[in-house]
């Protein structure tokens, strides 16, 4: 079974830019939230979409948005980029088992210069 | 806030154990422990989670005291790939649900 994919792995913006990215869940799970890494921060949640519909968010401006497409496959989209805005960014897809176990990607580096 | 603290860093000797600790004082009666792994820059890897009674996988150990309120991960022969950033999590509601939230974790490193 493949397992989360994301794409693209690295990306380079200039702040005022947006950007988006994107992730492919797992086969069958239809959960996918998004986190931000950052070394100050850490990781910090970011959203979760389930079913094409946002259920869950994070603590983050509005120019952080997500949609999620009926195939499951789940974008996220940054808009007027800051510097602080550099960062992993990781997709995690859940399925049904007991204890939601999330899967994650490889993630996005995203530099903003 | 994340609900759980762990040790910032720990030694482990190639070959030996690692106990990785963790405390969850708050936690609640049906709330789970997971146990995530960070290897340098790549995503987080799930490896083990439980809810009280102790657990084991083809990675690791999970053992939670009767009150809950801790665990410890066990890796009973650490090698050098073990080296990585063990996060220790249980989910932490907020105005909209509950998801993961992450502390910074242990950064174990194996010696050789």
């Known amino acids: 079974k493949a397992g989360v994919t994301q794409t693209p792995r690295y990306l380079i913006k200039t702040r005022g830019q947006q950007v988006t990215l994107s992730c492919s869940p797992i086969?069958?799970?239809?959960?996918v939230s998004w986190y931000q890494q950052t070394p100050g921060q850490g990781l910090q949640f970011l959203f979760e979409?389930?079913?094409?519909?946002?259920?869950n968010k994070g603590n983050f401006p509005g120019r952080f948005s997500g949609r999620q497409f009926s195939n499951s496959r789940s974008e996220m989209n940054v808009s007027t980029l800051e510097l602080g805005d550099s960062a992993l960014y990781l997709c995690?897809?859940?399925?049904?088992?007991?204890?939601?176990?999330?899967?994650f990607g490889a993630g996005t580096r995203l530099s903003v210069l | 806030d994340a609900k759980t603290t762990q040790p910032p860093s720990m030694d482990c000797a190639e070959g030996r154990a690692a106990n990785l600790p963790c405390n969850h004082s708050?936690?609640?009666?049906?709330?789970?422990v997971y146990w995530y792994r960070q290897i340098h820059s790549q995503g987080p890897q799930y490896i083990i989670h439980?809810?009280?009674n102790n657990e084991t996988n083809e990675m690791a150990s999970l053992i939670i005291t009767e009150d809950r309120k801790s665990s410890t991960l066990i890796l009973p022969h650490a090698t050098l790939r073990d080296t990585a950033v063990y996060y220790c999590?249980?989910?932490?509601?907020?105005?909209?649900?509950?998801?993961?939230?992450f502390g910074p974790g242990t950064r174990l490193s194996v010696l050789p």
């Open positions: 995690a897809s859940k399925g049904r088992l007991a204890g939601d176990i999330q899967y």
């Open positions: 086969s069958g799970h239809r959960s």
């Open positions: 979409y389930f079913s094409e519909t946002q259920r």
């Open positions: 708050t936690i609640s009666g049906n709330e789970y």
């Open positions: 439980g809810l009280k």
């Open positions: 999590i249980v989910r932490v509601a907020n105005n909209y649900g509950q998801n993961f939230v």
